[in-house]
């Protein structure tokens, strides 16, 4: 695909030599209809696609998710979808589903998507969140503002990007997927089997209702394949699928100082810092190269299979390109990047104690927190990773609690810690690469791409859809499209227009061709 | 005293017996001097003292310190004392000189204290820090605020409090002295010796420009002690004289990861986290029990002396009720309060990486940051501790730079530290606590205390006064007024008005009796 050259990592990249120096890539009817309407039609794409982001969609705001809702299902009835909204009572944030019967297909297939965002706060923004914002490149190279993109000539430079929250996670394989519905259409031809969309709305906020609406729909949601339009693509630029997702289990920590702010200089040679305390707590279960100190804590992971290793293998080099685009001299592992999905990961989001800047002042502070999350590997269950943390805190000499502690708490113990879980913690999820339904969707998608795609056993992020893969019991495939460097979940998220052109033409071969 | 009743600590405290069951303290004229002039004009003072208060007071902003410098130059000048301001130059926070020269006097005694106060963007204020409160106790008592206290009948009730940013730290004990002058004229009576005062107008950004002020104006400032009107009083309640304080040396840490925010789940278990790193930093630098891990960093240490470890022996033991009032189930460290000054301390005053909250994302932040200081025992010099600090990071793997890196510098490094000093570090001083000056302002409280006060070898914060007491090569003696729970540096900064009171007696003393 002429689109997808990889805009980051030029160098030392196996890149498919079929698709190199000008090799016809095979016929393909999809390919064709999808890059027919795209080209006759990039202007009006972009403009629904960014009217799209120009919601806020931050799932704490019901108001604003009932809007993306609202809109999403005026798209969903122009291309002949019938709807309606999945809820776990009024004010939580809807699922938009959708269902296209198609006569004689034997097959039904559930697209999985997510139309809310990621919180916005994050300093940086160049240009507001949710004013989507057409630049000529990625931030790195300074690229241009395009006001007027608009009245641009087309082709647009697929180089171009459209920055915005929610651009790259998780709008742009909504808007792929709608825009080959019309390609389809446009070129006379119908889904090859039945679709259901499902389209969540509280994803980012760890979806919390979901398994709520799945267990009361599980009839209206039954398939028999999943394919879902969530992350990133690899990191090479080439077309990936995979096969499962890492687990999510985030938490809060509390430590806690005098109950008062203490002058640093009168006091703190003698009473407890919560700071030094949180250094010292976070410092102990994670060391250097990532390995997670809590006892127990690999037990239940299970390695890769023979069918995974070779997935591995075969995955391109892209190790030694990223860091230096990322400005890392070393990586804190010597494992590849998706080897290191197999094993489960103890991240730490943020830290806080005391003032910096402008209100500092030399005080001890009453308590430091800090927000951490776990990845998790298949078989790992985050109420038994729960117990091992609590456990590991408790043999560390740490009284570990969920509330904040009264007066004679403190007075009990030194060594205390708040711990407070997230809610709408996910297992991993994992299908066998080797299933019928699976290898039907990496031929479809390769068929399109005109030669071999790259097949992840498992990616390292985290999804509702292993819940969803889990209540109904079918095989899942993910389908990426969003350019690897999108700056998801941070500030100035981004999606490069050619990815956008890409992922249309993929979900054409998906809703023409998938069928096994 | 009557108005000196321990307000926190109640228990367990070996308060000077000769205070306690109303024995009579011997008769003393200055005593009495202060006290009949409170008596009466109880509500003026605290009027002066409020309209003070009210001007905001933090040093970073030019026009608002030079409004303190001119009312304190009029509330100087009614008293008739001579002033003038020292400054560094344009811009730069004025010093209040004044002088009253004593016909026949031999011995000439600067105090010092600072009109600004502490940044106010802590968290929690209960009332605007520049508006002051009168509320009837401290804020673990719920008290009750006192719109209208101007109209309250006197006697005010001793234990209500103002609440106000530099209530406590520093303009309590400006307004004593100046209400002591006061008391001592209506008295019929003048200063013992020739007063010089010294009010500094940036104590609380460092002093960045006192070294300066002090070389510039050194015949000026020359006295044959300094008295030093800072910090709060002993946690027992008892007045205290002090003879040294610890020096103080800030810094910031900044550790970098990769250049733009990464997903955790992506990447947690590959990309460095500077979250992890700042926290394994710490953790290192810092044992429990607040040791140092620095080599070298005790080799200047200087043990207290027979005298120090004798007075240090007299202070009555407020530690178990401190720890309760505090909260606290256990100090860091079996050493007593008073004796652990006589080592360097590694202070955390914060640390900030990611975003928590609404904007809490599931990313790898670009960099962690720590804010430091050292508190230094007086034979530390700060270059040598910088040295020594630089040396400790690079010995335990860290590449130490004074800037923020550029790329080659990224790729180079694998572990990158930025360290950026805080201007205005300043040593710490002690004076011998046997010297004439030094028993002679013992002697002067003694006399209005009516008994026996405590003598403190060194406190552990730390001031300007150490670079005015080098460079005039005079003994100091530390006279604190306000109470020890007076949330310095902190939010709800507040100064018990018994202890106000008291202090206007300890200055009338001291301005009238106190000669060698």
Do not use: C
Not at 11 to 24: D, K
Not at 253 to 263: D, K
Not at 408 to 414: D, G, K
Request: proline fraction near 7%; charged fraction near 20%.
């Amino acid at each position: 695909m002429v689109y997808r050259r990889p805009t980051v990592l030029t160098a030392g990249l196996a890149v498919a030599t079929l698709l190199a120096a000008g090799a016809a890539a095979p016929a393909d009817a999809a390919r064709d209809a999808a890059e027919a309407w795209r080209r006759a039609h990039e202007t009006r794409i972009l403009e629904e696609f960014t009217s799209f982001l120009a919601l806020p969609d931050v799932a704490t705001r019901q108001a604003d998710i009932e809007a993306n809702a609202s809109r999403l299902e005026e798209m969903l009835h122009a291309r002949g979808f019938v709807t309606r909204r999945l809820s776990a009572g009024p004010g939580t944030p809807p699922t938009v589903f959708a269902e296209m019967k198609v006569p004689g297909a034997r097959r039904t297939v559930l697209y999985y998507a997510h139309y809310d965002g990621q919180p916005i706060g994050q300093a940086g923004w160049l240009s507001p969140p949710f004013q989507p914002t057409m630049r000529t490149g990625p931030l790195k190279d300074d690229p241009e503002t395009i006001a007027d993109w608009r009245a641009a000539a087309t082709p647009i430079n697929p180089d171009w990007r459209i920055y915005a929250r929610a651009a790259g996670d998780d709008k742009a394989s909504i808007e792929a997927l709608l825009t080959a519905m019309d390609a389809l259409k446009a070129a006379g031809r119908k889904p090859s089997v039945n679709v259901k969309l499902f389209y969540e709305g509280e994803e980012e906020q760890g979806s919390p209702h979901l398994a709520q609406i799945v267990s009361d729909n599980r009839d209206l949601l039954a398939a028999d394949l999943i394919i879902m339009g969530d992350g990133p693509m690899h990191q090479s630029g080439r077309q990936q699928v995979n096969f499962g997702s890492r687990g999510v289990l985030g938490l809060t920590l509390t430590v806690y100082g005098a109950l008062r702010p203490l002058h640093d200089g009168h006091y703190g040679s003698w009473a407890p810092s919560p700071a030094a305390d949180i250094a010292r707590l976070l410092a102990g279960l994670r060391e250097p190269d990532g390995t997670i100190d809590i006892a127990g804590i690999y037990d239940d992971v299970r390695p890769p299979t023979l069918s995974d290793k070779a997935a591995l293998a075969a995955l391109p080099p892209v190790e030694g390109d990223l860091a230096r685009s990322l400005g890392i001299a070393a990586p804190i592992t010597s494992a590849r990047l998706d080897d290191s999905y197999f094993r489960p990961t103890l991240n730490i989001r943020a830290i806080h104690v005391g003032d910096t800047g402008p209100n500092a002042a030399n005080a001890l502070a009453t308590q430091a927190v800090a927000s951490l999350d776990f990845r998790l590997t298949p078989d790992e269950r985050p109420e038994r990773v729960r117990s091992l943390f609590d456990a590991e805190l408790a043999r560390r000499g740490w009284f570990v609690t969920d509330h904040a502690p009264d007066l004679p708490t403190r007075l009990a113990h030194a060594h205390i810690v708040r711990v407070d879980w997230d809610p709408g913690a996910s297992r991993a999820v994992k299908t066998d690469m080797d299933a019928p339904a699976a290898r039907a969707a990496v031929l479809a998608i390769e068929r399109v791409e005109g030669g071999p795609i790259l097949k992840v056993p498992m990616v390292g992020a985290s999804s509702g859809i292993a819940l969803l893969v889990t209540a109904l019991n079918a095989p899942m495939a993910g389908v990426s499209i969003a350019n690897y460097d999108d700056n998801q979940h941070a500030e100035n998220e981004n999606l490069r227009i050619g990815n956008l052109w890409d992922g249309i033409a993929v979900y054409t071969g998906l809703l023409g061709d998938l069928n096994w």
